[in-house]
C-alpha cells in the first residue's frame, strides 16, 4: 500500500464507527505506521530501578529497533541505539552492568556517554569523534524510563511537569518491580489500546475487575441513573477521605480530560486497595501517611499508563510488534524499603494479571474476527468514548503527516 492509497483510505473512515480491516491487519499498513506515526509515540520501555548505579543498561526492543538504555558516571539516563558504528554488529544482547559497551565482533569499545574508547588499527586519518554510538531519545520522567525513535520533545516535557509532582509524592522514582508478567497478544495493537481504554467490556468480562471497582462507566453500564449518585460518591471521597496532601488534589477522572493528565479517584466500597479482600498487600509508598482508598491515574495516550495504589502501583507497557502482534507487560511497584515479607505478591497482582490474561482471550477474539471477509465497521457506544476519541485522533494525525 502506497502513501497515497492510504490517505485515501483515511478520508473514507466513518467518524464515530471502528476502523476498516487493513488498520487491523494490513502489513504495509503497520510498516508506514512503524515509520512514521508509531515512531512519534513515546512508549514505557521500563523503570528507573533497572538502572540503578553507573554502568547498568537494559536493552529493549522498540518498532523494530534495539535499544539500549544507561545510567552514565553522571547518573543520568542515556539511550542509544544498539549498532556498532564499525559494520553495524549489535553490541548488546540481554541487560547487565559494565564501564564500557564493548561491541563482541571486533572488540570496538565505547564510554558510557556513547563516544568510541578504542578500536584497534583505525587509520590514523579517521576522525573518531563522529564515531560515537547513535543516540535514541530515552527519558526518565518520575522514575518512568520512557523511549520514542522521532517523538516531540514537547509531549515529553507535558509529562513531567504534569506527571513528576504526583510521582515523586507516590515513590515511584524510588520504587522498585516486586513483579513483572508479559502477555504477548495475536492482536494489531489498535485492538489492544481501544479494548484497555474502554469499559464497556468490563461487567460481561471481567468480574473480578468489576467486583473491585466502581467508577462512572460501570455503574452506568448497569443503571444509566445511577452515575450521577456515583458522582456524588466521589466529591465525598474527595472531601472526607482522600489525601489532602497529593499533589493532584480534586483532579478526578473525566472524559473531557487532556491527552496527558494525572487523575484521581477512589476504588470504591471501602476498600484500601485493588486486592481480592480490599485489604493491603504492601506498606504505604511515597509521602503517604494512611490509606485513603484512592487511585492515581498517569497517562499519556497512546502508550503511556501508570496506575497507583496507596500501597503498589501498577505500570503497563504497550508495545507493537508487527501488524497483528503487539507485546504487553505489566510490572508490579512497590516502595524500595519494603522486605519480601511485607509484600504479599500474589494478592498483589490477582487484579491486573487476572484482567490481562482475560483482556488478551478477548482481544485475540476480536482479531479473529476482524480477519474475517465478514467483517465491516461498527458503530460506537455511548460507553466507547475514549476509543472512538482516540480513533479520531490517529485518523487526523496520520491524515496530516501523511500529507506533510
Given amino acids: 500500500m502506497q502513501t497515497a492509497e492510504l490517505s485515501a483510505l483515511l478520508a473514507r473512515q466513518r467518524s464515530g464507527w471502528t476502523l476498516e480491516q487493513p488498520f487491523y491487519i494490513c502489513p504495509e499498513v503497520f510498516e508506514l505506521e512503524r515509520r512514521g506515526w508509531l515512531a512519534d509515540q513515546w512508549f514505557v520501555l521500563g523503570h528507573a530501578s533497572e538502572l540503578g548505579t553507573p554502568g547498568t543498561f537494559i536493552v529493549r526492543e522498540l518498532l523494530g529497533e534495539s535499544l539500549i538504555l544507561v545510567r552514565d558516571e553522571q547518573g543520568s539516563v542515556r539511550g542509544f541505539y544498539n549498532v556498532c558504528r564499525h559494520r553495524g554488529s549489535r ?15 571486533h572488540a570496538w569499545t565505547y564510554r558510557l556517554d556513547g563516544s568510541l574508547r578504542s578500536a584497534a588499527a583505525l587509520p590514523d586519518t579517521v576522525d573518531v569523534t ?10 526518565d520522567v518520575g522514575g518512568l524510563l520512557l523511549g ?19 510521582l515523586r509524592y507516590h515513590g515511584i522514582p524510588s520504587a522498585r518491580i516486586a513483579a513483572r508478567r508479559q502477555y ?25 475487575y468489576t467486583s473491585v471497582m466502581k467508577h462512572v462507566d460501570l455503574v452506568a453500564r448497569v443503571a444509566p441513573d445511577a452515575a450521577a449518585a456515583w458522582e456524588g460518591t466521589v466529591d465525598a471521597w474527595f472531601r472526607e477521605t482522600a489525601d489532602p496532601h497529593s499533589p493532584l488534589g480534586s483532579r478526578r477522572f473525566a472524559f473531557s480530560a487532556g491527552v496527558c493528565d494525572a487523575l484521581r479517584a477512589p476504588i470504591g466500597g471501602g476498600r484500601k486497595t485493588q486486592s481480592e479482600d480490599g485489604e493491603p498487600v504492601a506498606p ?31 505500570m503497563f507497557q504497550f508495545l507493537p510488534v508487527g501488524p497483528e502482534a503487539t ?39 476480536n482479531a479473529a474476527g476482524v480477519r474475517s471477509m465478514a467483517y465491516a465497521p461498527g458503530p460506537y457506544s455511548t460507553l466507547e468514548r475514549w476509543p472512538a476519541r482516540f480513533v479520531q485522533r490517529y485518523r487526523q494525525e496520520m491524515t496530516a503527516r501523511l500529507a506533510s
Fill in 284 to 314: 504505604l509508598m511515597g509521602a503517604l501517611t494512611r490509606f485513603d482508598g484512592g487511585v492515581s491515574s498517569f497517562r499519556c495516550e497512546p502508550f503511556v499508563f501508570l496506575g497507583v495504589l496507596n500501597d503498589y502501583a501498577v
Fill in 148 to 166: 520514542s525513535l522521532s517523538g516531540d520533545p514537547g509531549t515529553l516535557d507535558v509529562m513531567q511537569r504534569t506527571f513528576e509532582p504526583g
Fill in 91 to 105: 553490541i548488546c544482547e540481554r541487560d547487565g552492568r559494565a564501564l564500557s559497551l564493548v561491541c563482541p565482533y
Fill in 184 to 208: 504477548p497478544t495475536q492482536g494489531n495493537w489498535k485492538l489492544v489500546l481501544e479494548n484497555f481504554i474502554e469499559c464497556y467490556h468490563c461487567l460481561p468480562c471481567h468480574p473480578e
Fill in 327 to 365: 507485546d504487553v507487560n505489566i510490572s508490579w511497584l512497590v516502595n524500595s524499603t519494603a522486605s519480601n515479607a511485607d509484600i504479599d505478591v500474589e494478592r498483589m497482582m490477582w487484579l491486573w494479571d487476572r484482567t490481562t490474561v482475560q483482556d488478551k482471550a478477548l482481544i485475540e477474539r
Fill in 130 to 139: 563522529g564515531l560515537s554510538l547513535r543516540p535514541a531519545m530515552v527519558a
